[in-house]
């Protein structure tokens, strides 16, 4: 638990001054920012060589942060997410008070409500959402554990979680799905 906390208070420390973080999440392993701070996002487009138009995923530690970040959101999408087993990303329209290049170009913007305990409690000390992208350059494939992750990403990085390296349980992305003004959803990723 001391490295746990440990890592913490280090992710803090870089995410207060505007860095990237390398941290595992309830899906795979991620790289993270601030997502209100537009500078520290484009660190990320950079190491990742992705296309700046290409929008990112944003967790949140509990649902109650989506009426800060979504202007007038469908709160019926709370009901839908707890009836998913697997970690959900949902798209919302109407973003605000995020960092304009984690948004879309329609404005809208994916977020996840985090469910790993490392995340919940790296979020609600930081008392902001932060960005979670897959560890890997754009165009390859996610890292399925902390082992896949390549040099080249891990130099472009601040801070390091060593929190849960070992773990040689493969993950999966998230589902995805866009929530629609009607109260409909489109699948976006199974």
Known sequence: MIDFL?????????LQDGGIILYPTDTIWGIGCDATNETAVAKIFVLKKR??????????????????????????????????????????????GLAENVLNCDGSVAIRITHDPFCKLLIKKFKKPIVSTSANVSGCSPPATF???????????????????????????????KWNKNGTMTIIRK
Do not use: W
Request: hydrophobic share 40%; glycine share 2%; proline share 3%.
């Open 6 to 14: 440990n890592d913490i208070s280090n992710c803090l420390s870089v």
């Open 51 to 96: 296309a700046e138009e290409k929008s990112m995923i944003v967790l949140m530690e509990d649902e109650k942060d989506i009426i800060q970040y979504i202007v007038q959101p469908d709160l019926s999408v709370i009901d839908y997410l707890h009836t998913v087993t697997k970690p959900t990303t949902v798209i919302y329209e109407g973003a605000t």
């Open 147 to 177: 082992s896949f992750i390549t040099d080249e990403i891990k130099n472009g990085i601040d801070y390091i979680v060593q929190h849960r390296q070992d773990d040689f349980v493969t993950a999966a992305p998230s589902a995805i799905i």
